[in-house]
């Protein structure tokens, strides 16, 4: 006997998730990309500490404006990946975890730290 209300074909794209599942989700996304970042990071710092010259080409590298624009994309991340991760362990201690409203205003009033940091960062970097 086949049951006629069950769906055939789920289209993933059409799914709405809540806000706290696209928080988690770029938490660990965020997690990965800085495994990457942290190696090209440590790669430029062994470059710099290698010579004179390299240590010049090093810094005239981070001068330009699109290396600006990828040290801020770096920073975001960095700030993006802490501001989640203190969310999630605020959450393991038992604060905001017992309905699903005020797992929506943490992850909210996460983001807003995330804007406010990452404008600062932008300040720094580009100003």
Not at 56 to 85: M, T
């Amino acid at each position: 006997m086949r049951n006629e209300k069950r769906p055939i074909n789920l289209d993933i794209a059409t799914f709405r998730l809540p806000i706290t599942a696209y928080v988690s989700i770029l938490h660990r996304v965020t997690g990965v990309a800085n495994i990457f970042v942290s190696l090209i990071l440590i790669w430029l710092l062994s470059q710099s500490l290698s010579s004179e010259n390299s240590f010049e080409f090093v810094k005239q590298l981070l001068d330009l404006i699109i290396a600006k624009v990828i040290i801020f994309l770096v920073i975001f991340n960095i700030i993006y990946h802490s501001c989640a991760g203190i969310r999630h362990l605020i959450m393991d201690l038992g604060i905001g975890e017992d309905s699903f409203n005020s797992g929506r205003i943490s992850a909210v009033v996460m983001i807003g730290s995330v804007f406010v940091l990452s404008s600062f960062a932008f300040w720094m970097v580009f100003l």
